[in-house]
């Protein structure tokens, strides 16, 4: 089993052995530095290294940590931004370009199996998107349109795998599934062969841009050309933070009672939509659904989420078991189109963000594409998805200043319990954000009975974090950082953890002396 940035335990986390990546081998300078273990970072640290750049890939925590972890795994050309939306935002050449990036990321991937020989359950699929209401279907209708217009191979089909009744549905050939966990490990083994280096458990810190990028991290500083960033979003404060939207999707595994498993990916489009595949992992059959997505940080009861999400899959199929349930996090631009590219103002950091719920799809298309920008390449897509397409509102530079390595002191207070009655009806697991002396706590009790209590305020930007009860977790609403319940960091943007308070418990040898 790996680890994941998440109580529950996901599919792939449970059917995957950790990577055992090879020994530090003392270098700390690089052509070019890869932050983030997950498939895009993994995906471009190949890719770069195989195009002749000497590259490095640095991971705080373990490869497939983060959001790879926590996929339901579809490699799709259809995009959550359907192609009408980028058709009426970018025009109709843009939309065609989508879908010929999408379309190359997925033979990249083929690619890679195919010459790695990468045991990861690969599977062609097709995909289904249908209707239910009548407002569904004249959605449908225009989604459809300019999809074709775009290039896909579609077609309206009088059937779909999964037992629902509509109205209308739409059929496109091409698409995919597999084992992400699986594929990750093996491109990181093809790409370490190659001569890649691979810092497990490193964390980024601070980055200084000189004539190269000066990186410090828990091991030590590196240096390079360039640096990427394939962390979801990039850490530290900048200005892309506010042109991002962080989101939380769930999603199940499931045995069903008549392995009436259907074919191929399927795809309502209900608000919040959800989405259904089968996987076979070792001989067994699963059913994979996903959906009931939110902002991060709503302050709502997560675990609700999987409630609604198992209330749908058994109106449909006749479930047995529900082997794992799980959530994850991505992040969607303002505007549906990802960022990849350089940095704005920078001509040395480059970040791949704002996949939506497309990374299986967009990481290969990142990978693609960096390697054409680092390589002189000419690319219609390093204009179409340019972090700098945004403008700069007066004055924000001097705000957003990277401050990844900035470091706060703890607050060290000491509080009575007495003081904190709300301890005494708290359950284990529980978490509560509390006021004492005007001034907030986020209190959660340990299954043994101990206590964390944290400043809830998120170190990023300063916003309120809200207790996630389905994952255990302090989530930031406003960029998306996620926390342990003690505090430590879980997700970015954040490089630091929640500010600790101390809470000094009186043993019974002090109350005798009361």
Same mark, same amino acid.
């Given at each position: 089993?790996?680890?994941?940035?998440?109580? +529950?335990?996901?599919?792939?986390?449970?059917?995957?052995?950790?990577?055992?990546?090879?020994?530090?081998?003392?270098?700390?300078?690089?052509?070019? /530095?890869?932050?983030?273990? =997950?498939?895009?970072?993994?995906?471009?640290?190949?890719?770069?290294?195989?195009?002749?750049?000497?590259?490095?890939?640095?991971?705080?925590?373990?490869? &497939?940590?983060?959001?790879?972890?926590?996929?339901?795994?579809?490699?799709?050309?259809?995009?959550?931004?359907?192609?009408?939306?980028?058709?009426?935002?970018?025009?109709?050449?843009?939309?065609?370009?989508?879908?010929?990036?999408?379309?190359?990321?997925?033979?990249?991937?083929?690619?890679?199996?195919?010459?790695?020989?990468?045991?990861?359950? @690969?599977?062609?699929?097709?995909?289904?998107? @249908?209707?239910?209401?009548?407002?569904?279907?004249?959605?449908?209708?225009? /989604?459809? !349109?300019?999809?074709?217009?775009?290039?896909?191979?579609?077609?309206?089909?009088?059937?779909?795998?999964?037992?629902?009744?509509? %109205?209308?549905?739409? !059929?496109?050939?091409?698409?995919?599934?597999?084992?992400?966990?699986?594929?990750?490990?093996?491109?990181?083994?093809?790409?370490?062969?190659?001569?890649? &280096?691979?810092?497990?458990?490193?964390?980024?810190?601070?980055?200084?841009? +000189?004539?190269?990028?000066?990186?410090?991290?828990?091991?030590?500083?590196?240096?390079?050309?360039?640096?990427?960033?394939?962390?979801?979003?990039?850490?530290?404060?900048?200005?892309?933070?506010? %042109?991002?939207?962080?989101?939380?999707?769930?999603?199940?595994?499931?045995?069903?009672?008549?392995?009436?498993?259907?074919?191929?990916?399927?795809?309502?489009?209900?608000?919040?939509?959800?989405?259904?595949?089968? *996987?076979?992992? !070792?001989?067994?059959?699963?059913? /994979?659904?996903?959906?009931?997505?939110?902002?991060?940080?709503?302050?709502? *009861?997560?675990?609700?989420?999987?409630?609604?999400?198992?209330?749908?899959?058994?109106?449909? @199929?006749?479930?047995?078991? /529900?082997?794992? %349930?799980?959530?994850?996090?991505?992040?969607?631009?303002?505007?549906?189109?990802?960022?990849?590219?350089?940095?704005? =103002?920078?001509?040395?950091?480059?970040?791949?963000?704002?996949?939506?719920?497309? =990374?299986?799809?967009?990481?290969?298309?990142?990978?693609?594409?960096?390697?054409?920008?680092?390589?002189?390449?000419?690319?219609?897509?390093?204009?179409?998805?340019?972090?700098?397409?945004?403008?700069?509102?007066?004055? @924000?530079?001097?705000?957003?200043?990277?401050?990844? =390595?900035?470091?706060?002191?703890?607050?060290?207070?000491?509080?009575?319990?007495?003081?904190?009655?709300?301890?005494?009806?708290?359950?284990?697991?529980?978490?509560?954000?509390?006021?004492?002396?005007?001034?907030?706590?986020?209190?959660?009790?340990?299954?043994?009975?101990?206590?964390?209590?944290?400043?809830?305020?998120?170190?990023?930007?300063? &916003?309120?974090?809200?207790?996630?009860?389905?994952?255990?977790?302090?989530? &930031?609403?406003?960029?998306?950082?996620?926390?342990?319940?003690?505090?430590?960091?879980?997700?970015?943007?954040?490089?630091?953890?929640?500010?600790?308070?101390?809470?000094?418990?009186?043993?019974?040898?002090?109350?005798?002396?009361?």
């Amino acid at each position: 089993m790996i680890d994941r940035d998440g109580k +529950k335990t996901s599919l792939w986390q449970a059917t995957a052995e950790p990577y055992a990546s090879k020994p530090d081998s003392g270098d700390r300078g690089f052509d070019v /530095i890869v932050v983030g273990g =997950g498939i895009t970072g993994i995906s471009t640290a190949y890719l770069l290294q195989k195009a002749g750049f000497r590259c490095a890939l640095v991971e705080a925590e373990s490869i &497939c940590y983060g959001t790879t972890g926590g996929t339901t795994a579809h490699l799709n050309t259809i995009m959550d931004t359907p192609y009408n939306e980028i058709e009426q935002k970018f025009g109709k050449q843009s939309a065609a370009l989508v879908h010929k990036c999408a379309s190359d990321a997925l033979d990249l991937i083929r690619a890679n199996i195919f010459l790695h020989e990468i045991d990861c359950d @690969f599977a062609e699929q097709e995909a289904f998107l @249908f209707a239910v209401k009548e407002k569904e279907e004249k959605q449908l209708e225009s /989604i459809y !349109n300019a999809t074709v217009d775009a290039g896909v191979y579609a077609r309206f089909t009088d059937r779909i795998p999964i037992p629902v009744p509509y %109205r209308k549905a739409m !059929n496109v050939k091409g698409q995919a599934s597999f084992h992400p966990v699986k594929y990750v490990h093996g491109l990181a083994f093809a790409f370490e062969q190659a001569g890649g &280096c691979i810092f497990e458990h490193c964390r980024l810190l601070e980055t200084t841009e +000189k004539e190269e990028v000066e990186i410090s991290t828990t091991m030590g500083t590196f240096h390079s050309k360039y640096l990427i960033y394939a962390t979801h979003t990039p850490p530290g404060v900048h200005f892309l933070h506010t %042109r991002l939207i962080p989101y939380r999707c769930y999603a199940m595994a499931v045995k069903l009672l008549d392995a009436s498993y259907p074919e191929h990916l399927c795809y309502d489009m209900m608000d919040p939509y959800h989405y259904y595949r089968t *996987q076979m992992i !070792n001989g067994d059959e699963y059913l /994979i659904a996903g959906g009931e997505d939110h902002k991060t940080g709503d302050d709502i *009861q997560t675990s609700t989420c999987f409630l609604k999400l198992e209330a749908e899959v058994n109106r449909i @199929f006749r479930v047995s078991e /529900i082997h794992y %349930r799980w959530s994850s996090q991505f992040y969607e631009s303002v505007d549906g189109l990802p960022y990849i590219g350089f940095m704005p =103002g920078s001509d040395k950091v480059m970040v791949a963000t704002g996949f939506g719920g497309n =990374g299986m799809t967009y990481s290969s298309v990142a990978a693609l594409l960096f390697k054409d920008i680092l390589l002189n390449n000419p690319n219609p897509a390093t204009e179409l998805f340019s972090p700098s397409r945004l403008k700069l509102l007066a004055g @924000f530079s001097r705000f957003v200043k990277h401050n990844a =390595g900035a470091v706060k002191e703890l607050v060290q207070k000491m509080l009575p319990t007495p003081a904190l009655e709300v301890l005494a009806d708290m359950a284990p697991g529980e978490a509560r954000v509390v006021k004492f002396e005007d001034k907030k706590l986020g209190i959660y009790k340990h299954e043994d009975g101990n206590i964390s209590a944290v400043e809830p305020s998120c170190t990023h930007m300063g &916003c309120d974090v809200h207790w996630n009860d389905a994952e255990e977790s302090w989530d &930031c609403p406003c960029h998306g950082a996620r926390y342990k319940p003690s505090g430590e960091v879980l997700n970015g943007p954040s490089t630091q953890g929640l500010n600790e308070v101390n809470i000094a418990v009186e043993t019974e040898k002090n109350k005798s002396t009361h």
